[in-house]
T-cell receptor, first 113, second 116 residues
């Protein structure tokens, strides 16, 4: 059965700390791994990692895909209170037309002043 | 600005009633999806549609129904047959699933349904 597991489920840090969120997956055919940030309602897209693009960076956020270990990490450096959110990891198996994403349960990050 | 509009944001339903959640997109996306989000669980796919007048069941379609009469619209009906409908419902869309980057979903702000 295809599955995506995120850890930790929740995390509390102070502003300025660096955090690492983990995502591991087991899927029949891997196409891409995506990270989303969900603050209140709508998840917003952060990164997509594929076999041809295993590392992405945007400002204080960066992500790496390890296809050998079937996992990915999302790093946030110098955290701010605005980083408080649920971070979702999703994996998209290649489907030949059916765009099915499998989501993990998410990591709830709380950044305290 | 292009995006996805879901309505209502909050909805209360009595047991035995059907309710319909609206989802409209102006992104000109071909594919649309409905997900359910429960605390401590990942998003679970209810239904998806790749083109107008065609839709497929996802992993948890029982007790739900959809229609896709227009490219822009993909309403979800939660029927009385859904045993545990209280949840947060998210609508999403993407470009043609056969294209590169199609896995990137754009989400609406969600609808929270509470059954009284």
């Amino acid at each position: 059965e295809d599955k995506v597991v995120q850890s930790p489920l929740s995390l509390v840090v102070h502003e300025g700390d660096t955090v690492t969120l983990n995502c591991s997956y087991e899927v029949t055919n891997f196409r891409s791994l995506l990270w989303y940030k969900q603050e209140k309602k709508a998840p917003t897209f952060l990164f997509m990692l594929t076999s041809s693009g295993i590392e992405k960076k945007s400002g204080r956020l960066s992500s790496i895909l390890d296809k050998k270990e079937l996992s990915s990490i999302l790093n946030i450096t110098a955290t701010q209170t605005g980083d408080s959110a649920i971070y979702l990891c999703a994996v998209g198996p290649f489907s030949g037309g059916y765009n099915k994403l499998i989501f993990g349960a998410g990591t709830r990050l709380a950044v305290h002043p | 600005d292009g995006g996805i509009t879901q309505s209502p944001k909050y909805l209360f339903r009595k047991e035995g009633q059907n309710v319909t959640l609206s989802c409209e997109q102006n992104l000109n996306h071909d594919a649309m999806y409905w997900y359910r989000q429960d605390p401590g669980q990942g998003l679970r796919l209810i239904y998806y549609s790749q083109i107008v007048n065609d839709f497929q069941k996802g992993d948890i379609a029982e007790g739900y129904s959809v229609s896709r009469e227009k490219k822009e619209s993909f309403p979800l009906t939660v029927t009385s047959a859904q045993k545990n409908p209280t949840a947060f419902y998210l609508c999403a869309s993407s470009i043609d699933p056969g294209l590169s980057g199609a896995n990137v979903l754009t989400f609406g702000a969600g609808s929270r349904l509470t059954v009284l």
